[in-house]
């Protein structure tokens, strides 16, 4: 069983940053295991993949945010982060975590989502 809780979100002016954390409450087994991920999504659009981090750090970052924003992940403290720089309203979403276990034969866990709205 795996659990996780966003923070972080919150409104913002265009150009301004924001780091998001995920809290993940299991056995460190399973930490070491997921690969990570930080999906979004948009009023009347579909959820989508921003950025992603593998049990051995390797990370990948979409398009439309690579440059401006960064994944990393603290396996010790249990915690994946998403510094957010640059931000532009079209950033303006609900960002969930997500983390992927199939590899151990369990499942994927999604957080509650944490809003983050980009406005003057």
């Known amino acids: 069983q795996v659990q996780l809780v966003e923070s972080g979100g919150g409104l913002v002016q265009p150009g301004g940053s924001l780091t998001l954390s995920c809290a993940a409450s299991a056995n460190i087994f399973s930490i070491l295991t997921m690969n990570w991920d930080w999906y979004r999504q948009a009023p009347g659009k579909q959820r989508e993949l921003v950025a992603g981090?593998?049990?051995?750090?390797?990370?990948n970052v979409e398009d439309f945010v690579k440059g401006r924003f960064t994944i990393s992940r603290d396996n010790a403290k249990k915690m994946l982060y998403l510094q957010m720089n640059s931000l532009k309203p079209e950033d303006t979403a609900v960002y969930y975590c997500h983390a992927d276990l199939r590899r151990l034969g369990l499942n994927e866990y999604w957080g509650q989502g944490t809003q983050v709205s980009v406005s003057s």
């Open positions: 981090i593998s049990s051995s750090g390797t990370t």
